[in-house]
């Protein structure tokens, strides 16, 4: 099954996500088939970016959102 979820960058104490299409079997943070967006919490107001076209393909062939990614994609398509 092919999964959206993040991928833990940055360092200690400093999050930086990466919002990637990977297979669910696969580690947190190993391989991703693609990068989608991206995501800083410690970022102030609109932390994130990411390609809702390239969402909504992954998703019509069923690919499976996290729930983080999904709360991050219902708030781009209410920005748009």
Known sequence: ?????????????????KIVVVDSRDRRDGDFIEQIGTYNPMAEGV???????????????????????????KKARAAK
């Open 47 to 73: 932390n994130y970016t990411i390609d809702v076209e390239k969402a909504d393909k992954w998703i019509s062939n069923g690919a499976q959102p996290s729930e983080t990614v999904a709360s991050i994609i």
């Open 1 to 17: 099954m092919v999964a959206i979820r993040l991928n833990r960058q940055g360092s200690k104490d400093r999050p930086f996500y």
